[in-house]
C-alpha cells in the first residue's frame, strides 16, 4: 500500500506521454527517409529505363535485319531446290525446247518453256496474258528493269511471264526471249530487293558458258555481287553463297 504512487496514477501516466511523442517522431522521421530514398531509386530506374531504350533502339534493326536476312537465306534455298526439281521433271518428260538462240538475241522458246515449267510445280496463279504485274510486284520492286535503269533498276514488263506456287514464291521471267529467271520468295511482301528477298537465276549446261543453249542440263544462280550492279542495285547480293551456306 504505501504512500508511492501506483503506476496507473495520472503522474505516472503524465510521464509516458513524451516517451510515446518522440516515438512517433521518431517514426516520422523514419518514414520520411525511406520515402526520399525511395524515390531515389525510382529515378535511377527511370534513367536505367531510358539507357535501355536508347540502346534498343540502336541495335533493334540490326538484330531485325539479321532475323530477316536468315529467313530469305532458308526461303531462297528452298527456291532453288524447287526450281531444280520441276526442271528435272522437264528433262524426265522430254518436256524441254531447244533454246539455242537463232535470231541474234534470245529464243522465244525460253518463254514456251518457262510456262511448261510452271506445270512441275503446284501452281496457285498464272499470269501469261500481258498481266504479270498481277503476280509479281512491279512498280516497288528490283527486278533489273532495263528501261527504267539505276540506281534502283525497279519495274518490270508486264507483257512477261509470272506465276505463283503453293507456298507464295512468285517466279518472273525477265523477258519471254531471254533469261534470267527471277525469284521473289516472300511473295508481294516488302522489301521486293535484289538480293534480299528477290533472287536470280537461269539454265544452264555443263561444259559451256553460253546463256541460250540448245540443250540446258542444269539451274544455276546468278554470280555474286560485292558492289551495286544492274543485278544488285542496293549491293551485297550473294546470289552463289547463300546456297553454299
Known amino acids: 500500500m504505501g504512500g508511492g504512487a501506483s503506476e496507473y496514477s495520472p503522474l505516472t501516466f503524465n510521464r509516458q506521454k513524451p516517451a510515446f511523442a518522440l516515438a512517433e517522431c521518431a517514426t516520422h522521421v523514419d518514414i520520411s527517409r525511406n520515402n526520399r530514398k525511395t524515390a531515389f531509386t525510382l529515378a535511377e530506374v527511370l534513367i536505367t529505363l531510358s539507357v535501355i531504350g536508347i ?57 514456251e518453256n518457262f510456262k511448261r515449267m510452271s506445270k512441275y510445280f503446284n501452281t496457285v496463279k498464272t499470269c501469261f496474258d500481258n498481266n504479270a504485274d498481277e503476280c509479281w510486284v ?20 508486264t507483257n512477261s511471264y509470272a506465276f505463283i506456287d503453293y507456298s507464295g514464291i512468285a517466279w518472273y521471267l525477265y523477258s519471254n526471249r531471254e533469261w534470267p529467271v527471277l525469284v521473289d520468295v516472300n511473295g508481294n511482301k516488302k522489301p521486293n ?15 559451256t558458258s553460253a546463256t541460250y543453249i540448245e540443250s540446258p542440263d542444269k539451274i544455276i544462280p546468278w554470280r555474286d555481287f560485292r558492289y551495286k550492279d544492274r543485278w544488285c542495285p542496293s549491293g551485297y547480293c550473294l546470289y552463289t553463297t547463300w546456297l553454299l551456306e
Open 138 to 157: 512491279c512498280a516497288e520492286g528490283q527486278a533489273g528493269y532495263i528501261y527504267t535503269g539505276g540506281p534502283e533498276w525497279l519495274g518490270c514488263q
Open 193 to 207: 530487293r535484289l538480293g534480299q528477298d528477290r533472287f536470280v537465276m537461269r539454265f544452264a549446261a555443263n561444259g
Open 55 to 111: 540502346v534498343a533502339a540502336m541495335t533493334l534493326p540490326t538484330i531485325i535485319n539479321r532475323a530477316n536476312e536468315k529467313q530469305w537465306k532458308v526461303a531462297y534455298k528452298k527456291a532453288y531446290s524447287s526450281m531444280t526439281q520441276a526442271f528435272l521433271k522437264m528433262q524426265a518428260n522430254d518436256d524441254v525446247l531447244d533454246m539455242t538462240d537463232t535470231e541474234g538475241h534470245g529464243s522465244p522458246n525460253i518463254g
